[in-house]
């Protein structure tokens, strides 16, 4: 069974920086891209970032593009999120997940298979 456990989050001022990180367990996911959501009080989950099966290709959602940085190291089968210029706005619940087929890359809640249990990061004004 899949398994996915996010790290990392937690409260930090405006302009700081955190990183996330998502381990994940179960099987090998070298040939699936793996992504970052988020999902605000009272908001529909959304795109934050995704990372192509061989680090290649990475997509952002223009709200982070120049502040978080995804990554990937499919030797310990872990994604990272670095986010730096943190905005109260990018206060949410973070998830990381699973792309659902091998050596596909989407950017849509149903690309991704497999989902973790989610990192709260609070970002204070």
């Known amino acids: 069974q899949v398994q996915l456990a996010e790290s990392g989050g937690g409260l930090v001022q405006a302009g700081g920086s955190l990183r996330l990180s998502c381990a994940a367990s179960?099987?090998?996911?070298?040939?699936?891209?793996m992504g970052w959501f988020r999902q605000a009080p009272g908001k529909e989950r959304e795109f934050v970032a995704v990372i192509e099966w061989n680090a290649v290709v990475t997509y952002y959602a223009d709200s982070v593009k120049g502040r978080f940085t995804i990554s990937r190291d499919n030797a310990k089968n872990t994604v990272h999120l670095q986010m730096s210029s943190l905005k109260p706005e990018d206060t949410a619940v973070y998830y990381c997940a699973v792309g659902r087929a091998p050596y596909a890359l989407g950017l849509t809640n149903r690309d991704f298979g497999s989902w973790g249990q989610g990192t709260q990061v609070i970002v204070s004004s």
């Open positions: 179960g099987r090998t996911f070298s040939s699936y891209a």
